[in-house]
């Protein structure tokens, strides 16, 4: 199987704060990553590409100094939401590539007080 | 205009009857089309992959694809209460927009015993 994980599961942080949510392929290298952002009720929206080696391809709208992303080895990919604040709070769901299909985390629930 | 469209629903069936969700898309040289399931809280599982015109089955699901008319479908036979989900079509558009999925909303569906 291809099997995803994301760690931590769910994070409450105080507003202002920075926090970095891991993404993890277990079994499979990933070149390509991607950061998916939902909010209650709503579908996926696709925040940024995170390609290994290389600078994230951030989606229009979406602001690359308040999303960290590093994709440092073929298994990691990492974001930190930067100055959290209580309307970043959300669901956020990674997956990582292979063979042109994406395989997804279990997603991370972000609350930011 | 949406580049995927989903009925938000609630679609209700009863257990053992056939549950039919639709997706229309906007970009006619989209590739490649899923079918994810979302539980409540959690992220996405794929069911099934179509390319090509016509149908694909796999178990109880069935996958149909008309590229002329833009639209794509999911055939659940034999429904379950366990099939009660929020479906996610995705698309894969041009391949000049990389690996990118692009999702509708989702439609919630609800197997009724």
């Known amino acids: 199987g291809a099997v995803v994980s994301q760690h931590p599961s769910w994070v409450i942080c105080k507003s202002g704060t920075s926090v970095k949510i891991e993404c993890r392929s277990l079994?499979?290298?990933?070149?390509?990553m991607f950061w998916y952002r939902q909010f209650p009720k709503q579908s996926l929206m696709l925040m940024a590409t995170?390609?290994?080696?290389?600078?994230?391809?951030?989606e229009q709208g979406v602001e690359k100094d308040k999303f960290l992303i590093n994709h440092a080895s073929l298994t990691l990919s990492t974001l930190t939401v930067t100055s959290a604040h209580p309307e970043d709070s959300s669901f956020y769901i990674c997956?990582?590539?292979?063979?042109?299909?994406?395989?997804f985390g279990p997603g991370t629930r972000l609350t930011v007080l | 205009q949406k580049e995927v469209e989903q009925n938000s629903g609630p679609l209700s069936v009863p257990e053992g009857a056939i549950a039919s969700l639709n997706c229309t898309y906007s970009?006619?040289?989209?590739?490649?089309f899923f079918w994810y399931r979302q539980y409540s809280g959690k992220s996405p599982e794929l069911i099934m992959f179509?390319?090509?015109?016509g149908d694909k089955e796999d178990g109880r699901f069935t996958a149909q694809l008309n590229k002329a008319s833009q639209y794509v479908s999911l055939l659940i036979r034999d429904s379950q209460p366990s099939d009660s989900a929020t479906y996610l079509c995705?698309?894969?558009?041009?391949?000049?927009?990389?690996?990118?999925?692009?999702f509708g909303t989702g439609t919630q569906l609800k197997v009724e015993l």
């Open positions: 997956s990582a590539e292979r063979r042109g299909e994406q395989f």
């Open positions: 970009d006619r040289g989209s590739q490649s």
């Open positions: 995705a698309v894969r558009l041009t391949t000049g927009g990389g690996n990118k999925l692009t």
């Open positions: 995170s390609n290994e080696g290389s600078k994230a391809t951030y």
């Open positions: 179509i390319y090509s015109n």
């Open positions: 079994d499979f290298q990933a070149t390509t």
